[in-house]
């Protein structure tokens, strides 16, 4: 029984860690693993560029869920006008 609390108390410390991670520590952990960012900094896209990128990016094995991916696209955007 102990083992169970101990392992829910885990899991919800790992959830909110990932849930406070910002817009742009995701894009770091995420897209930096393979290329530097100036591949990516020197791109302007919008929305549905980025979107495109970031599918052509998971097809790699860049492993993006979808609110991962919005919170990348939102730093990409807000940052790059
Ligand atoms: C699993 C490895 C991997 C990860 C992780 C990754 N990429 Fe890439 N990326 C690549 C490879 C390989 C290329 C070069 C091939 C190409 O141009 O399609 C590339 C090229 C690019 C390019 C230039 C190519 C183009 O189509 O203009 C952009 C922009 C880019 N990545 C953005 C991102 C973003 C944003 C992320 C985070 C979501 C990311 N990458 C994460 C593998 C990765």
Avoid: P, Q
């Avoid at 960012?37 to 097809?59: A, D, H, P, V």
């Amino acid at each position: 029984m102990k083992k169970i609390v101990l392992i829910l108390l885990f899991s919800i410390f790992l959830t909110t860690l990932v849930y406070s991670m910002s817009d742009e520590d995701i894009f770091y952990t995420k897209c930096t693993n393979c290329h530097g960012t100036e591949i990516i900094f020197k791109k302007k896209l919008n929305k549905k560029g980025w979107k495109k990128i970031i599918k052509k990016m998971n097809s790699y094995g860049a492993n993006v869920n979808s609110s991962e991916r919005n919170a990348i696209i939102r730093f990409l955007t807000n940052n790059k006008k």
